[in-house]
């Protein structure tokens, strides 16, 4: 069984940071991709940044400059640091994550739970 729990959402007023954080737990051999996507209300999911394990990192151009995704691999935990927070970055982020669990052949991909952010003054 694998876990992705996240944390750190909140209210920020337009011009604001957060950070939200995701550690994955469970009969985890090796975490590889690690990456935070989006939801608004009425829209598509869609992804905002992703980690390969090596460091390699895909930005969403509506974030580039403004948000940073980042990893601690010894505790399988991403991180997303997002600065100069716009209302249109409203949303629930989810954590995604593919893993290889022990005594497991190849790699599955898993989902947090969502947390909200919303901005708004």
């Known amino acids: 069984q694998v876990q992705l729990v996240e944390s750190g959402g909140g209210l920020v007023q337009p011009g604001g940071s957060l950070r939200l954080s995701c550690a994955a737990s469970?009969?985890?051999?090796?975490?590889?991709?690690m990456g935070w996507y989006r939801q608004a209300p009425g829209k598509q999911r869609e992804l905002v940044a992703d980690s390969t394990r090596g460091g390699t990192t895909t930005y969403a151009d509506s974030v580039k400059d403004r948000f940073t995704i980042s990893r601690d691999n010894a505790k399988n935990t991403v991180y997303l640091h997002m600065n100069s927070l716009k209302p249109e970055d409203t949303a629930v982020y989810y954590c995604?994550?593919?893993?290889?669990?022990?005594?497991?052949?190849?790699?599955?991909?898993?989902w947090g739970q969502g947390t909200q952010v919303t901005v708004s003054s």
């Open positions: 995604n994550a593919g893993l290889t669990m022990v005594g497991a052949v190849g790699t599955r991909y898993y």
């Open positions: 469970g009969s985890i051999f090796r975490v590889y991709a």
